[in-house]
């Protein structure tokens, strides 16, 4: 039985030492530490969009395995499974919405990938959303996590940085027929869940590979610590589905057939109903409900090649089809009621080309994305009868959004030690809407928009020593967001007790990143530290208008937001006595940007919105020598934040006031490998059952919450 050769990457061409090199093939061990325990993935194809070690790259970078997300962390969702990164915050507005915060950004300026294709359209609001959820974490082979600017390579929204999820597929080829099936199976009881998987893969010979899976999920009311304790109405299932096909043509060259459908069902924003808690004085909300259904369904058609006798030295093509909706129900106090929502239809198209050269290793190429949009609201009265139809619903409706990028990247060796990558890119973006309604007339109304943009990077790494333990590495990078449909034309909730109105005659934003920092590299010792400064121009921020609708603030857009943020992150690991590695993360940021305390003021600079507390964690873990039993122990530590925006003092229902207070986690985790086959893990989360709350989110964290999790194969 053999490993294919391109089991692994996406594309398999890099320049590494001055030649090509392959995917690295290994066995990997599931057992294996992931995001709280540091070390550098051999191979990481984002952040230069081929591959290429992570150690080389000459940005700040982190990986998650599947078994981290499945044996070792039991992660539920995507979004969990990046909590414990420096530099990474994870807000949750309910159970079933999750959004990273990315050196400071979340929502439309953080940039998510499933197999290189961007999962974010141009409905994606501002500040958190829970759309990272709709990516189901069993499906996931790795996250690879590129901080800071990448909207060269990648596009508008790649600001705080980009994930691109590699899902799953066949891993062994052999002759004959080949299959496997497999069985995955969580519990958590401060959840009340149960979350199961059943998937089957196999393979015809070195022809054609095949995994097809089945994910369902339910989860209870969740608990918190003492004294919140239960959470009445934050429960939520979820049903998906995937299926993957890979025929290779030869070793060098194959198409990937895959689908996807991610189906999370009612899933509430307790925070902002009467079944919500206050905690530390955040106020509870009067809606009697406020729920959210989700679909999301990808469908593409990918091919992979290396090796032509010809310029080109690899070639990556991808056609698909994403489909996202939304349905979300509000029951006023007064039992009135409205029904909006949205469906997006993304056909996307990018074409990269790989090219050695005299003068470095050239990737480029062109991506191009359309999004056709539906979008709709019902009213109704107290007694459930239709009494209107609104001209559109959270976005215009009839409305459409495309995006046009080429770009190219030279990833070059100056001299023994410097490698030096640089990059550009064109971007053309147009928005247009038949149905849009005028914020002040409650007329329809239309809209067209267009932008270009050219954006640049420069950034290097300085190999320290021959032997390769340490290197130097920064640069400069541009970064760009475009005003997309939800900036323009949102008429919707925004934060608690707003209604946010549409803006059309808004810039695109800039950002320039400067980052600076240190890697190194042992047999037993693996760290990063990094410092970073993101100066912010013409940043789309709310403002309010003075003006109540339906008993909610109207707040709208404006490009007022200048500014800057920047942090420090530290990451790094140590193995000692053979058995026993310590590890640990921390994080300091602060940020300050222009916004409006009130209508009647100017811009003022204040803390950037929901900016990330001074955290951090250590752990230790022990490995049994024959690699079957493993123990572990992790305490994190935030400080309170009470570094306060004028919009964060607003959102009362979710932060409370003078801030949200600091906390220590202690967590214990253990796996098995019953036999070959079988694994079994086991966690004691929160042991001390502490009631805390992460920064700007609706709900609390699980109090003392046991977690099992058996993962067969057979």
Do not use: C
Not at 449 to 463: F, I, K, M, P, Q
Not at 489 to 517: K, M, Q, V
């Amino acid at each position: 039985m053999t490993k294919h050769p391109f089991t692994f990457t996406l594309l398999t061409i890099s320049l590494i030492n001055g030649s090509p090199a392959r995917a690295d093939t290994a066995k990997r061990d599931s057992l294996s530490p992931g995001t709280e325990f540091f070390e550098f993935a051999p191979i990481m194809i984002t952040g230069t969009r081929t591959d290429k070690p992570a150690f080389d790259l000459p940005y700040s970078t982190e990986r998650v395995t599947d078994g981290d997300i499945q044996n070792r962390r039991m992660s539920r969702t995507v979004p969990e499974a990046l909590s414990g990164m420096p530099g990474v915050m994870v807000q949750k507005t309910g159970h079933g919405q999750g959004s990273p915060f990315l050196r400071g950004f979340t929502g439309f300026r953080t940039l998510f990938l499933i197999d290189g294709i961007r999962l974010n359209n141009s409905v994606f609001r501002d500040g958190p959303n829970q759309y990272w959820n709709t990516v189901d974490p069993l499906t996931v082979r790795s996250l690879e996590v590129i901080k800071g600017p990448s909207s060269v390579l990648y596009g508008s929204d790649a600001v705080g940085g980009t994930v691109n999820a590699l899902t799953r597929g066949r891993d062994e080829y052999g002759d004959g027929f080949l299959w496997d099936r497999r069985v995955y199976y969580r519990f958590a009881d401060a959840e009340d869940s149960h979350t199961g998987r059943a998937e089957i893969s196999g393979s015809w010979d070195q022809r054609i590979g095949f995994l097809a899976g089945a994910s369902i999920k339910s989860y209870g009311d969740l608990e918190a610590g003492e004294p919140t304790g239960k959470q009445p109405m934050t429960g939520y299932d979820e049903q998906d589905a995937d299926l993957k096909l890979e025929y290779f043509l030869n070793p060098d060259h194959k198409f990937v057939l895959a689908h996807q459908r991610v189906d999370p069902d009612n899933a509430w924003r307790t925070h902002r109903t009467a079944f919500g808690k206050s905690f530390a004085g955040t106020q509870v909300g009067t809606d009697r409900e406020l729920s959210l259904d989700q679909y999301r369904e990808l469908t593409y058609l990918q091919y992979h090649g290396r090796n032509f006798d010809s310029f080109v030295d690899g070639a990556r093509v991808s056609v698909s089809y994403h489909l996202q909706s939304e349905d979300q129900l509000r029951v006023r106090n007064n039992l009135r009621s409205e029904r909006n929502g949205f469906d997006v239809g993304t056909t996307g198209f990018f074409a990269q080309l790989d090219s050695f050269s005299p003068v470095g290793f050239w990737t480029y190429g062109v991506e191009y994305y359309h999004d056709e949009v539906r979008s709709y609201q019902n009213n109704y009265n107290a007694a459930g009868r239709l009494t209107s139809k609104e001209i559109q619903g959270p976005v215009a409706d009839d409305a459409r959004y495309d995006t046009l990028g080429v770009f190219v990247q030279d990833d070059i060796r100056l001299i023994d030690s410097l490698d030096l990558v640089i990059g550009g890119r064109y971007n053309h973006i147009e928005a247009g809407a038949d149905r849009v309604k005028h914020p002040l007339t409650g007329r329809q109304t239309r809209l067209e928009r267009s932008w270009d943009n050219v954006l640049g990077t420069v950034r290097a790494t300085y190999h320290v020593d021959d032997a390769e333990h340490w290197h130097v590495f920064g640069g400069i990078s541009q970064g760009f967001r475009a005003p997309n449909l939800s900036d323009l034309t949102r008429f919707d909730i925004a934060r608690s007790g707003e209604l946010e109105t549409p803006a059309p005659n808004l810039r695109p934003e800039d950002f320039i990143a400067y980052e600076f920092g240190i890697k190194t590299q042992h047999e037993n010792f693996s760290s990063q530290i990094a410092y970073f400064y993101t100066d912010v121009e013409d940043m789309i921020v709310r403002k309010p208008t003075g003006r109540t609708v339906n008993g909610s603030r109207e707040v709208t857009k404006s490009n007022a937001g200048d500014g800057y943020i920047h942090g420090v992150e530290i990451a790094g690991s140590y193995r000692f006595l053979s058995q026993f590695t310590a590890f640990g993360a921390f994080t300091w940021m602060h940020g300050r940007i222009d916004g409006y305390p009130s209508a009647s003021s100017s811009p003022t600079e204040e803390y950037i919105d929901r900016l990330m507390p001074t955290m951090g964690n250590v752990g230790l873990r022990w490995d049994h020598p024959d690699g079957k039993l493993w123990a572990e122990g992790v305490v994190t530590v935030a400080e309170e934040q009470d570094r306060l925006s004028s919009s964060d003092r607003a959102d009362n229902q979710r932060i409370p006031p003078g801030g949200t207070p600091g906390y220590t986690v202690l967590t214990l985790r253990g796996g098995w490998q019953v036999y070959r086959d079988l694994k079994l893990s086991l966690a004691l989360e929160n042991v001390t059952d502490e009631d805390y709350r992460i920064h700007g989110s609706g709900l609390n964290e699980p109090g003392r919450n046991f977690v099992l999790a058996a993962d067969w194969k057979f």
